[in-house]
């Protein structure tokens, strides 16, 4: 089972230059998660889908964006890369409230971004 | 606005002692709550999910319990070995918005 797959796993980036980080996950979530997480801290959501299509801010959105045009697929994109961007950056995914209990998170192996 | 906190930040114990690592919360209105466990450079392992309406769940050598409602979790690991060293985070899933908030974590040290 693939489960979540992040790439690409490490990337360093210059003041400016913009990416997509890509996730995909085969598990048929319809919810899907992106979070950053900096050194000695908990994990902060950037954005979530609760299904193909609909999008929504995170408790950190800015300085990125987000889409789901299906079901697998969850990319992020970083447009104008700033410091304060380095992090390492987590995708998840999950079933949605309505599949009733056990609705277990699972992530990806992370994105270990730089920005320089 | 649920607050999660993981005390202590760091532990070192020896190996093949029983250990306790606490998670509380803020708001008692919870949907599940759920412990993962990170290695360095790697992604998060699920280690166990308990329901807003169950009080314990097991996985082998670990023991995760839940109080709502003094908004207090606890991993129990027995007989600690060195292939557990690695950070333990706890995350409440909240039942208004259904969103993760998440703990700083416990970075475990088992030595040898």
């Known amino acids: 089972n693939a489960g979540v797959t992040q790439t690409p796993k490490f990337r360093i980036l210059k003041i400016g230059q913009s990416m997509t980080l890509q996730c995909a996950q085969d598990?048929?979530?319809?919810?899907m998660y992106w979070y950053r997480q900096d050194p000695g801290m908990g994990l902060k959501l950037i954005y979530y889908?609760?299904?193909?299509?609909?999008?929504d801010k995170g408790e950190v959105p800015n300085g990125y964006n987000v889409s789901r045009s299906t079901t697998e697929d969850f990319p992020l994109r970083l447009e104008l890369a700033a410091p304060s961007q380095t992090s390492v950056y987590f995708c998840a995914s999950s079933y949605g409230r309505q599949r009733g209990v056990g609705t277990e998170a699972f992530f990806g192996q992370g994105t270990r971004l730089t920005v320089v | 606005k649920q607050e999660v906190t993981q005390i202590p930040a760091a532990l070192s114990v020896p190996e093949g002692e029983n250990l306790v690592l606490n998670c509380s919360f803020t708001d008692s209105a919870i949907y599940n709550l759920q412990w993962f466990r990170q290695d360095p450079g790697k992604g998060l392992t699920s280690l166990l999910l308990i329901q807003s309406s169950q009080r314990e769940q097991t996985s082998g050598r670990l023991n995760a319990s839940l109080d709502k409602s003094s908004g207090r979790s606890t991993l129990y690991i027995a007989a600690s070995q060195p292939g557990d060293s690695a950070t333990y985070l706890c995350?409440?899933?909240?039942?208004?918005?259904?969103?993760?908030?998440w703990g700083a974590g416990t970075k475990l040290i088992i030595k040898p």
């Open positions: 598990m048929n979530h319809n919810y």
């Open positions: 995350a409440v899933r909240q039942d208004s918005n259904y969103q993760l908030i």
């Open positions: 889908s609760v299904g193909a299509g609909i999008t």
